[in-house]
């Protein structure tokens, strides 16, 4: 009798594997390396913090976590490419407020859709900063600077990593809710336009914390403000932009880990219950916090809620500025 009851139940239990793989695979998830697609060149500021979190993370999910980093068009390349992907949790995508937003205002065709991907957990929000050379004494104070700009129309400069870029909307951005006219110069990257900053051939610079805060340690660039609804830890004396004299402006950077379209609900949840430990690692926050990086875990639909109101956002200020790349 036992031995009819035993083999029942083992055929029970094959049954309900063959009429469930999916749920099957989801349990034994992960069992092999995982990928994570970076659309950035390796060794800039994306791919920087991508790493920073990707290694944490492998030990909590016990698998390792290969970076892939595919560069172009903005990351365009990169994230279509997991677009694509099979839903299977074993390839993975760094999602940034370009990817997932910015680019699909700025570009005719990134190649992908934001309904192409279900969000696992922001990583981080990562602070910018209103940066003038340390040298040029006209502006100890943002409200000097927009007190010039508004007497000089045109006159002062705002460098750019490129068109349509983060660094770029904020300069937008400025002129928009100041009532300015700051002439945008875009460069083939950011460390042009630091470059240029530095050389005193550009007026000021809006970027992120983790590309200006040695040089404002070193005491060649001036922070005016930054540009995130609260200081930053890693530079508390360096007032909001709101603080400062733009009241309610807010342009930051952010981060966060995506999945394909159909990933099993049970290993979205183990990524995200993963990431949200991961960041909670004291060496982790200290290593991110240094960079101007704030980790910012979310659950999974508020990714999606926060997300969804940066594509507006984000939208609003590039057809604003009328910023297109083709």
Known sequence: MTLIKTSLCLAAACLSLAANPASAQSAAWPSHAITL???FAAGGGGDTLARLVAEPLSRELGQSIIIEN???????IGTAIVARANPDGYTLSYGTNGTQATNHWLYKSPGYAPGDFEPVSR??????ALVVNASDERFKSLAQLLAYAKSHPGELTCGSAGNGTSSHLACELLNQMAGVRIMHIPYKGGSAAMTDLLGG??????DVMPNVSGQIAAGKLRALGVTTPERVRSNPDIPTMSEAGVKGYEFFAWDGLYAPKGTPTAIL??????????LARPEVKQALESRGAIPSPTTRQSLAEFGAQ????????????GAAID
């Open 201 to 206: 051939r550009v007026s000021l610079l809006i």
């Open 123 to 128: 990583f981080t929000v990562i602070a910018a």
């Open 37 to 39: 697609v970076v659309p």
């Open 310 to 321: 940066e594509y507006t956002r984000l939208g609003k200020v590039v057809k604003t500025a």
């Open 269 to 278: 949840d183990k990524l995200n219950a993963a990431v949200g430990r991961a």
């Open 70 to 76: 595919r560069p172009g068009a903005g990351g365009n």
